[in-house]
């Protein structure tokens, strides 16, 4: 057997297939390494996968580890039921619930994230949500956005990563040192309701009938008084807002002539009333009788403004004539700034300039003679695309006017007229009849005709809606407000008068307001004095 195992090595030794008997190949080496790195990190993968089982699982089973007890666990998924304690010891208390999952590098608290809220505000667009909100109605914006609140929270203010849980309550005895410069006793006026309850229905309507359906006429106007002037065809009534009793002042003669327009002197005690053959008229409320009967104009009168004791009136031939009712040759200028009917007149507050809107679509801005040359205008706007009738000066800021145009116009547009520049321009998507400024809430109404013959209160000047009144079943034609600046009066072509309370006020501004307009009568008696 000796000589055989000789010759097997000897055949070993030669052959050229065989391994060599050296160290592994490189290649080899490589293998082995990889293959035990895997094997003994899968090892405390398991490992770990294990214990976190095992707490898990004993979390849910709702056994409470003791003091100084330990629990053991195999390594099969389903968790032995053997009671001898064996393994490491827990590090959770017995009597500590479960902690919350941990977050990672780009969730902080991922259990306590709103991802629905997130997403949303994510995927939200701005742009998109104010096409729609210009769309709908305010009551619609305001039901929305309760209903909103109350399912999802204030998602206006919430940011991209929203937290359903509140911040931690600070410890027992706790003390902020800066505190008192984030907080204060007295709660801070911007957090005061800002919205306030508007009437959706009239006050109260009264008839009108034989109230002429025309565009271009203003046939409604109330007092320093509280008489409200309203024009019935040839006749003039007024009613008094206080009593609620009925005067027929006046009717005229012809029975095809009419009353196209009508304004209060400031003072409140004398009415002018321009008419469809040209004259314009004088009256003396108090003692129902006419002073004056001025002509001059070739055409009907449909628009008049009074400027202390200068009455201005604007006739369908485009000529604006100014009155001085003091003196026997009444007029004193004569403006040709309109080629068509002059449907719009507004003396300022402060009795500087004149505005006037005709139907030629031009809006012009004329100086009083004791600020230049009365019959050349300082300003022509021509960026209305319809007639111009609804006129209003801002009662706090006296060089803002605001202009609204008809069918084919639409807008409000808001004009600096010491400068000459539009401020804003807002697309009423109406025809805009009047328009009014309420000083006490700083807003503006603005009265509308096809297609809902609405009433629309704006916030100036983010010129944000507020309300829509709805009612009138024609278009709104004129617009005046009560001396204490809470009621709007409105006639429309249905032959109907209604009374919006539209601006509320405190009751002390309104007794201070009272207080100062005491100066009224001996004024009143100084023009009348003055009148021939």
């Known amino acids: 057997m000796t000589h055989l195992n000789f010759d097997n090595d000897i055949n070993s030794l030669l052959r050229l297939d065989g391994p060599t008997g050296g160290p592994a190949m490189r290649w080899q080496r490589k293998t082995t390494e990889t293959s035990m790195c895997n094997t003994s990190l899968n090892k405390s993968l398991n490992k770990s996968l294990n214990r976190s089982l095992s707490k898990s699982l004993g979390n849910v089973s709702g056994i409470s580890p003791m003091k100084g007890a330990n629990h053991s666990f195999s390594r099969s998924r389903t968790p032995s039921k053997s009671k001898t304690p064996s393994g490491k010891r827990s590090k959770t208390p017995g009597r500590t619930p ?3 999952p941990v977050g990672d590098r780009f969730i902080p608290n991922r259990s306590g994230t709103n991802f629905d809220v997130s997403a949303f505000k994510l995927l939200n667009s701005s742009v998109s949500n104010q096409e729609n909100q210009e769309l709908q109605s305010p009551q619609k914006i305001d039901y929305c956005k309760t209903m909103s609140d109350n399912l999802n929270g204030d998602l206006l203010n919430a940011k991209i990563l929203s937290y359903k849980n509140r911040p931690p309550v600070a410890p027992e005895g706790f003390q902020n040192n800066l505190r008192v410069l984030y907080s204060q006793t007295k709660t801070p006026g911007s957090s005061k309701k800002s919205t306030r309850h508007i009437p959706q229905v009239p006050e109260r309507i009264l008839d009108a009938p ?21 024009a019935l065809a040839n006749s003039v009534y007024l009613w008094d807002a206080s009593s609620g009793s009925i005067n027929h002042l006046m009717q005229l003669e012809g029975q095809e002539d009419y009353v196209c327009s009508v304004s209060w002197v400031q003072e409140g005690n004398y009415l002018g009333i321009g008419t469809s053959s040209g004259e314009v008229q004088l009256w003396d409320v108090a003692a129902t009788k006419r002073l004056r009967n001025m002509l001059g104009h070739a055409a009907r009168v449909g628009s008049l403004a009074w400027n202390s004791f200068i009455l201005s009136s604007g006739s369908r031939s485009g000529a604006i004539h100014h009155h001085d009712v003091r003196v026997q040759n009444h007029q004193v200028a004569t403006l040709t700034g309109h080629t068509q009917e002059v449907c719009g007149l507004k003396w300022s507050p402060e009795g500087r300039y004149l505005a006037s809107g005709g139907n030629d679509n031009l809006l012009n801005i004329w100086p009083a003679a004791s600020h230049g040359d009365p019959t050349t205008p300082v300003h022509t706007f021509t960026q209305h695309q319809a007639a111009v009738k609804a006129l209003a000066w801002c009662p706090w800021q006296p060089s803002v006017l605001v202009s609204g145009g008809g069918t084919a116009d639409r807008h409000l547009r808001f004009w600096n007229v010491n400068s000459g520049t539009c401020l804003n321009s807002v697309d009423t998507k109406s025809q805009v ?46 617009m005046c407000m009560s ?3 809470t009621t709007v009066a409105t006639a429309a072509g249905d032959e109907t008068l209604r009374l919006w309370k539209c601006f509320q006020t405190d009751q002390q501004r309104k007794t201070a307001k009272k207080s100062s307009t005491s100066s009224g009568p001996s004024s009143a008696l100084k023009l009348r004095q003055s009148i021939r």
């Open 98 to 100: 479960s902690k919350v």
């Open 210 to 230: 034989d109230m002429l359906d025309d565009y271009y006429l203003n046939l409604i106007d109330w007092s320093i008084h509280n008489h409200l002037a309203v």
């Open 433 to 478: 009849c009047a328009v009014l400024w309420s000083k006490e809430h700083r807003e503006l109404v603005s009265a509308h005709g096809f297609a809902q013959n609405q009433l629309i209160i704006w916030k100036y000047p983010t010129m944000s809606r507020i309300a829509e009144l709805l009612g009138h079943t024609s278009r709104i034609l004129h």
């Open 483 to 485: 001396p204490d600046g």
